[in-house]
């Protein structure tokens, strides 16, 4: 017995010490196993550390000394998530050093020294969403370095010391919805220097160099809707200068504006704020163009009050326009808010007015002196306890302060009110009076489970609505009552199982709606986008659970995007798309479709400018999936699918941006359509062979086994036709095919040899073959 029990001990001695030995920590850093996660800050390393477990998710090497990154830095992490090499000293990262990190999606080198981002910097970092490159010495971004970068949706490159900005910097990077380039020395941006950004949504320019406002640049960013340009040294602004179909809002702040067009911001309609704050505009005309304007700040401006700007004031006063700012002349309404000036008090006066009205106000300053020890002190500003409230700013915030009930009393001219962080859990009805003014409100973060009908009532100028990241299951059918301006809706990361089309029929204005996380299932005509929401423009479903899109469930003429990517659908859902023909934007990324048929996207084929189905699984495409489509799509991308072979892209002459990477093509001569085609269009088309065997991991430009397939020659009318192909095309000193002159010459058709190359697959001529006339 007592044998028995000494060895069941030594058992779980030599197991404890195995786990021990197994587990695997740098001696430096410290490691925690339950988060799998590694800790190397402030350790004066020179080299990634080697030891670490395979399986660590999050590795942390701030404040080191590792200078260089090496290819292949992280092979022996292959998992990793999240990685922080700030302050590390960071001069160069070698092509290839983030390979093996397909899955991390968090990636930060701020605070480095590095000077440029090579072409394959970045290359295996398929999954990133952030990469943040602030406060390093960039120079120079060469063509191609965001090329693998695909899902990236926040880059940011502030504090840097970028001159130019270069065609095509910025491509691969179809997913980005903000761009941080602000605190650079940027005075010119190439034409498209932006191209490819088609979701972009926010462009930060600020604190730069530009001189004057980069309008042919900004035409290819057809979806941002914040751009900030403020700190720049412009002084004036042109007809059509802005030409932006969806920006909302403008920063052109701290400028040296003097003068700008009425016409300037003709072609950006859907403007709701422009900020001129601290400029030096004396006067302005009623601006054209914008239709939605509400907010119109002129704080800082030396604006003389006369008749001059009358018409600017009956232009806001028609349109509901809010003018910020003040007065700087003449002396008797100096300090008045533009907003509280008069009609009556615009007016041009006569010499003998203008000198009595001087003296009246020396007399009235002399007063003021005279009173001003017995003056009362200005009463404190009015907000609620544990708040901050900013009367300048008309900001409010109560951030992260543990409340359980929504606070009241917040100054009435409050416009953004910030409330994300506390634990509300259930809103009652009219939670938020005297908010009439409020034109964004947040509500992220705050474990609301339940909002009862009515809970926004008098918010009639509320444009924003955050209500991200709650635990909503569902909506009242009148939370949103009373809320008619509300434009953009965020009710992403909660856990709604149906679609909400109930409560957004009370939104007439709604313009872009975010569901992306949430349980929704299905997608039924009773929640119709015509009725619900009728100039719905962009609908964000991502990250559902939805299996089935019946027939007229996204009926609605106005949408453009359509984001339906990591799904349940096993189907394209060509029969949902019949009533959507305005639809510009289709993402079906990450649902399990392995076969596409024919006339999938004919529905959508006239407006369709992008479509994205990576990932997918996708084993087969029909030879007639794309029949319709043509010029007018700009993206399409196929990543990561299991695709052998693809179908005829010939009428897809409008491309700019395609990805055919991660396939594994069967490199033979059904392939040479596919390879025709690359030789002919200018875009740098990534395709690689997986078969046969020892062509793996070629590029489809450049192997040369399509020079085996066989000459189409036939004779017609005694002449023999000569149809080009790879055979008869010669090489350019580049490597590149062209052209040969070709004499024809009337001969019998001349079948090759049997290639000797057992992979070879042998071509055996059938009787359609015999028959068939090949015109050049």
Known sequence: MQFLFAAVILLILTLSSTQ???????????????????????????????????????????????????????????????????????????????????????????????????????????????????????????????????????????????????????????????????????????????????????????????????????????????LDLSDNPMVYLGEESVSMAKLTHLYLHHMALQDLSDQAFSHARLLSHIDLSHNQLSHLEPLSGPKHLTVLNLTGNPVFCNCYMRPLKEWATTGGVKLLGTCAGPPHLSDELLQEVTFLDLRCRSRGEALEE???????????????????????????????????????????????????????????????????HFIPSSSFPGSSRVVSLHLEFCEIHDLEGGVFQGMKNLLYLYLSDNKLTSLNPKVFAEVPKLTYLHLEGNQLSNFPGSALSLLPNLFVLHLERNAISRLEPTGLLSSAAPNLRELYLSNNTIT????????????????????????????????????????????????????????????????????????????????????????????????????????????????????????DCALLPLRRWMENVKLGVTATCAHPLELRGQQVRDVDVFTTCPENIAPQHGKAVSRLTPTNLKKSKHGALKSPRVKIRPRKPKLKKPSKNPHERKPKKTKNQKKLNIKT
């Open 20 to 226: 021990k030995a197994v587990r695997k920590c740098p001696k430096e850093c410290n490691c925690d196993d339950t988060k799998l996660t590694v800790d190397c800050v402030g350790k004066n390393l020179t080299e990634i550390p080697l030891t670490a477990e395979e399986i660590t998710l999050k590795l942390d090497l701030r404040n080191n000394n590792l200078q260089l990154l090496p290819r292949g830095a992280f092979t022996h992490t292959p998992y990793l998530t999240h990685l922080n090499l700030q302050r590390c000293n960071i001069i160069k990262v070698k092509e290839g050093a983030f390979r093996t990190l397909g899955r991390v999606v968090s990636l930060n080198l701020a605070n480095n020294k590095i000077e440029t981002l090579y072409q394959e910097s970045f290359d295996g970092l398929s999954s990133l969403k952030e990469l943040h490159l602030d406060r390093n010495r960039i120079e120079e971004i060469q063509p191609g370095a965001f090329m693998q970068l695909g899902f990236l949706n926040v880059l940011t490159l502030t504090h840097n010391h970028l001159v130019y900005i270069p065609n095509m910097a910025f491509q691969g990077l179809q997913n980005l919805k903000w761009l941080r380039l602000s605190h650079n020395s940027l005075n010119n941006l190439a034409q498209e220097a932006f191209a490819g950004l088609f979701s972009l949504h926010r462009l930060s320019l600020d604190h730069n160099e530009l001189q004057f406002f980069p309008t042919q640049t900004m035409t290819r960013l057809p979806e941002v809707m914040h």
């Open 358 to 424: 001087e003296e009246e106000q020396q007399e009235e300053e002399q007063n003021k002196r005279n009173s001003t020890a017995t003056a009362k002190p200005r009463p404190p500003v009015k907000c609620p306890p544990n708040c901050e409230c900013d009367t300048e700013t008309r900001h409010a915030t109560c951030e992260n302060r543990g409340l359980t009930k929504v606070p009241r009393g917040f100054p009435a001219t409050t416009q953004l009110l910030d409330l994300r962080g506390n634990l509300f």
């Open 548 to 667: 089935f899109i019946a027939k007229g469930a996204l009926s609605s003429a106005f949408i453009a995007t359509l984001r339906l990517d990591s799904n349940q659908l096993t189907e394209v859902p060509t029969q949902a798309l019949l009533k959507a023909p305005n639809l510009e934007e289709l993402n079906l990324s990450a649902n399990l479709i392995p076969w596409v048929g024919p006339k999938a996207f004919q529905p959508i084929s006239q407006s369709l400018k992008r479509l994205i189905m990576d990932q997918m699984g996708m084993e087969k495409m029909s030879k007639d999936t794309l029949l319709g489509l043509g010029p007018g799509l700009k993206a399409f991308t196929l990543k990561g699918n299991q695709l052998k072979n693809l179908p005829d892209l010939s009428s897809l002459t409008g491309l700019e941006v395609v990805d055919l990477r991660d396939n594994p093509l069967l490199c």
